[in-house]
């Protein structure tokens, strides 16, 4: 399975199916990437960014579905603790400490809780944290999930910074973390290599730093 960082939260699976999770990247388009499956964890923009206009299966929280569905998108609705599969592929998903509402559909309309996942694909397990804060259960989704790789937020301000993002690489216990939500904007600037150091000095963790649109291969 290989992972593909496309840039802020946008990350891409590819293997016997492609999944894209968070399809938003910073003044550009991620249309030609063709996934099976499309993965939204919460109604942000910067998150949703071209969710609908890909018109593929989506999964998303259910109020994002029924968003989703009157746009004539074929979404599959879950919520946060509940685990579905499609086309072979897992999904679970798990809490995010952050706010949700669809932006591209005016104030108001509210995008149920934000969320995050544990994605299951060719028997890799890959947990996108989404827009999140710290929050001490992560050890739960590493107890029970056991996740070989963690994509943590370590911008700040709207999630987590680099120092929680280290407490949170340990409680989760995965192999392998990939530092995302950064330095797409001055307000979420963040040095990927500070977390790295700090990591690496003191677990047996790996942080891997993607430039955007750098791919990692991933072994079961
Ligand atoms: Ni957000
Ligand atoms: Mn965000």
Known sequence: MQLTWLGHSCVLLS?????????????????DTNPDIVAVTHGHDDHMGEAVALRKKTVAITEIAKYMKSKGIPAEGMNIGGTMTIEGVSFTMTPALHS???EEAGPGFAGGSAAGFVIGLDGVKVYHAGDTGLFSDMKLIGEL???????????????????????????????????????????????????????ERTTDIRVTVLAPGGSLDIAP
């Open 145 to 199: 999930y056991h996740p070989d790789v963690a994509l943590l937020p370590i911008g700040g301000r709207y999630t987590m910074g680099v120092a929680e993002a280290m407490m949170a690489a340990n409680f989760i216990g995965a192999k392998t973390v990939i530092p995302i939500h950064y330095n797409t904007w001055e307000k979420i600037a963040a040095d990927p290599f500070a977390l790295k150091k700090a990591v």
């Open 15 to 31: 293997g016997s199916k492609k999944v894209l999770i968070d399809p938003f990247i910073e003044g550009g388009s991620v249309l």
């Open 100 to 102: 949700s509402f669809i």
